[in-house]
């Protein structure tokens, strides 16, 4: 076998590549040649520190219209269980968090009043009250990007989408989380032992997350109060 | 999980998600609201993708609204809906190339002293102590680990780079790799593994002690 072409196949058994057939003939090379076996290693072991690094992101998103539930990078197309049965019980809150997480949105009581903002540093949007505003059509301004008035009346939309699910039914609410969280697993992908770290790691991040929201809406904010106007509901 | 889904979990589910294609088509049938969520859900992907291509936020930033704009203007001559992804990082490739090669680029390899210890003692804090969330050493965490390996990535030609990122932050095959960026698949392998030699040369460099880590 050319070197060329057994520094191609030993990339290919890197990310899992390869066929069954191109598999072998990899493993036979690596027994003829055990140089190999160490390239392979440190390979593996680059790869493994790269990942090491996560997602960055945008600091302000810049083109907002309806909210987009579940809009995670897309990491693989691979669909995959999540490990832990535990997570379940915990799932509604879960997923309450990681919407408002992929929304890059963030709940708060401020002097009473609920509010959620939108964006990151430096220029993060704050809306209060915006879910109780008149609904809106989006989008037409007609041109390629919205405008600063279409941006705001969507992100009013987006508020009442999140508002629609905490004042559900427990039972429909915890339904649409997981639906979420469901999404969320199928567009994930668990290569190796570094993604299902990665995975937990996430996963901490976000109970966490719903923990304090929970705590934080039911302490100071009832969730009653967060009502839709009559014949607003989606 | 898999026990929890059902038929109408997944109806609901795909009311949610309409796929790329089906937005594509939206916005040819004058939707500019498709439009819209079909580039929230690609923004992030595309940043994480230039950021890392071109090493500077503030440039990827601009870089990521010159793709947008560009996708736009063309999406009328996408052939093929199913292949958006695609199409949308291979349009995302030539506006880092034409920001490479204008020579305007502000890659922020930067200069600053690396971390006492170096990447090994990173690591090694990393595992004795897992994150939490909150935690504002956590921050600190994330940030030097980007900074070294920002400035181990900008160390690689754009050709190794390119091919590192779309696969290991993109998740992209080394098929779909040659379809973006118009060569053979083992090109892009080769262009990895040289990458990732050189790579690990540069984070030995940077203090990775050989044989501990991941």
Not at chain 1, 82 to 88: D, E, F, I
Not at chain 1, 138 to 166: C, K, Y
Not at chain 2, 178 to 189: A, S, Y
Request: aromatic content about 6%.
């Amino acid at each position: 076998m050319l070197r060329e072409e057994m520094e191609q196949l030993l990339v290919g058994l890197v990310y899992g590549e390869l066929t069954e057939e191109e598999r072998e003939k990899v493993e036979e090379e690596i027994a003829r040649n055990p140089e190999w076996a160490g390239v392979l290693e440190e390979l593996r072991r680059t790869s493994g520190v790269l990942r090491v690094w996560e997602h960055e992101e945008p600091a302000v998103r810049h083109l907002v219209s309806a909210p987009v539930p579940g809009s995670l990078p897309r990491l693989a197309r691979r669909a995959r269980p999540l490990r832990s049965p535990a997570l379940l019980s915990a799932a509604a809150g879960i997923a309450a968090a990681l919407l408002l997480i992929l929304l890059n949105a963030e709940v708060g009581i401020e002097a009473g009043r609920f509010h959620l903002s939108l964006g990151r540093e430096p220029a993060p949007l704050v809306l209060q009250d915006a879910a109780l505003e008149e609904p809106s059509d989006l989008g037409s301004s007609g041109g390629p990007f919205v405008t600063e008035d279409d941006f705001l009346r969507s992100q009013a939309e987006l508020i009442r989408f999140v508002a629609a699910l905490l004042s559900e039914s427990e039972d429909r609410q915890t339904d649409r989380f997981l639906t979420a969280l469901a999404q969320y697993a199928r567009d994930a992908e668990v290569r190796r032992d570094g993604d299902l770290v990665f995975m937990d790691r996430r996963l901490g991040v976000v109970e966490q997350g719903a923990r304090d929201l929970l705590e934080r809406v039911s302490a100071d904010f009832p969730l009653t109060e967060i009502r839709l106007r009559p014949g607003d509901e989606r | 999980m898999g026990s929890s889904a059902g038929p109408g979990r997944d109806r609901l589910a795909q009311q949610m998600e309409p796929t790329d294609a089906v937005l594509v088509g939206r916005v040819l049938d004058g939707d500019v609201g498709a439009f819209n969520r079909l580039m929230a859900r690609w923004e992030r992907p595309v940043y994480n993708f230039v950021y890392r291509v071109v090493g500077h936020d503030e440039d990827a930033k601009d870089l990521v609204q010159e793709t947008i704009l560009r996708v736009f203007n063309g999406l009328s001559r996408l052939q093929d809906p199913n292949r958006f992804p695609a199409w949308l990082f291979r349009i995302a490739h030539n506006v880092c190339l034409d920001r490479l090669r204008s020579g305007r680029n502000r890659a922020s390899v930067s200069t600053d002293a690396l971390p006492e210890g170096g990447l090994d003692r990173l690591l090694a804090e990393r595992a004795d102590h897992p994150p939490r969330n909150g935690d504002p050493e956590e921050v600190v965490y994330r940030k030097e680990i980007a900074k070294i390996l920002m400035r181990a990535l900008q160390s690689l030609s754009e050709e190794q780079r390119t091919a590192i990122v779309m696969r290991e932050y993109n998740g992209y095959s080394s098929r779909e790799i040659g379809e973006i960026l118009g060569i053979p698949v083992g090109t892009v392998r080769s262009r990895i593994f040289h990458g990732l030699r050189n790579l690990n040369r540069v984070l030995r460099r940077f203090g990775l002690e050989e044989g501990r880590w991941p």
